[in-house]
T-cell receptor, first 113, second 114 residues
Framework: ETGVTQTPRHLVMGMTNKKSLKCEQH?????MYWYKQSAKKPLELMFV???????ENNSVPSRFSPECPNSSHLFLHLHTLQPEDSALYLC????????????FGEGSWLTVV | DQQVKQNSPSLSVQEGRISILNCDYTNSMFDYFLWYKKYPAEGPTFLISISSIKDKNEDGRFTVFLNKSAKHLSLHIVPSQPGDSAVYFC?????????????FGTGTRLKVLA
């Protein structure tokens, strides 16, 4: 069982839908991340939360809205997405600070139709 | 501008031989480097890491080498096994603007031939 759990694993949504991706980490970490992986592109950092506070927004469009209610949970709210937003969305966590390993969930495959 | 680069998109190696995966970076502020392995439809799995104060770290069949002057790191897998066939990502982290960011390369697909 992975220490970082993501749901749903697969999501198909229309461009006018509102949906959310959920992430939960059981590792006692205090930093959480959203990454996007598109075909033939590097993993793109989207958001970083340290101790529930957003410390990084990597120029992500506002149709992606993160929420971090506590250090164990992270959400990505999705609204009026575009087909090019179809990708694998990966949640990760780590201890905040230098020299710490980041651990990933299994990812949520998103298809926007 | 891609700060972490893996210039070989794919690599094929015979079972039992050494696999060498390479990674280059441009930001001299990176102080911690990691390698991940990814199977299709799964999240990346941590393999091995190295701090910028070291030039080598070994864990079983996996060894990571860091050449800071060349801004280059490599992952050696010896001996390679068919189960090692996967996409390998290198990542680098640095402390910027009050947070630690992990930047990933594009990955190298390793195929180990039986």
């Amino acid at each position: 069982e992975t220490g970082v759990t993501q749901t749903p694993r697969h999501l198909v949504m229309g461009m006018t839908n509102k949906k959310s991706l959920k992430c939960e980490q059981h590792l006692g970490h205090n930093a959480m991340y959203w990454y996007k992986q598109s075909a033939k592109k590097p993993l793109e950092l989207m958001f970083v939360y340290n101790f529930k506070e957003q410390t990084e927004n990597n120029s992500v469009p506002s149709r992606f809205s993160p929420e971090c209610p506590n250090s164990s949970h992270l959400f990505l709210h999705l609204h009026t997405l575009q087909p090019e937003d179809s990708a694998l969305y990966l949640c990760a966590s780590s201890q905040a600070g230098q020299g710490n390993t980041i651990y990933f969930g299994e990812g949520s495959w998103l298809t926007v139709v | 501008d891609q700060q972490v680069k893996q210039n070989s998109p794919s690599l094929s190696v015979q079972e039992g031989r050494i696999s060498i995966l390479n990674c280059d970076y441009t930001n001299s502020m990176f102080d911690y480097f990691l390698w991940y392995k990814k199977y299709p439809a799964e999240g990346p799995t941590f393999l091995i890491s190295i701090s910028s104060i070291k030039d080598k770290n070994e864990d079983g069949r996996f060894t990571v080498f860091l050449n800071k002057s060349a801004k280059h790191l490599s992952l050696h897998i010896v001996p390679s096994q068919p189960g090692d066939s996967a996409v390998y990502f290198c990542a680098a982290s640095a402390h910027t603007s009050g947070t630690y960011k992990y930047i990933f390369g594009t990955g190298t697909r390793l195929k180990v031939l039986a």
